[in-house]
């Protein structure tokens, strides 16, 4: 897990803190393309943040991504990590006040006609 919030560091080694105003600034055992998939959740809707994220997800992925963020970046989206939105709407408990979507790059079976 990578996290800004470090009381996600209850979760010992598998916690890693990352800033994403520094997006290649990660541990050396992180290797470049060593994940088959990466499941990115912005902490921000906005352009600059979403363009830093995506150096870190570009370094870290095989090809594998699955973004989850708000509607409105569908376009930066695209621009940034090639990504489309899928067809499934993920849901919150609490609510959220912004349209929430996926994005893949991938088949992954989020577009199903089932699912929307």
Request: glycine share 4%; charged share 25%.
């Amino acid at each position: 897990i990578l996290e800004y919030d470090q009381r996600l560091s209850v979760y010992g080694t598998e916690y890693i803190f990352y800033d994403y105003n520094s997006p290649l600034k990660l541990p050396a055992h992180l290797e470049a393309h060593s994940f088959d998939i990466v499941l990115a959740d912005p902490p921000y809707l906005s352009e600059e943040c979403l363009k830093k994220i995506a150096e870190t997800i570009k370094y870290l992925t095989k090809g594998k991504i699955l973004l989850c963020t708000g509607l409105i970046m569908e376009e930066y989206a695209a621009k940034y990590l090639g990504v489309k939105m899928c067809k499934f709407i993920p849901t919150h408990a609490r609510n959220l006040a912004n349209e929430f979507r996926c994005y893949v790059n991938y088949d992954s079976g989020l577009d199903l006609d089932s699912l929307s």
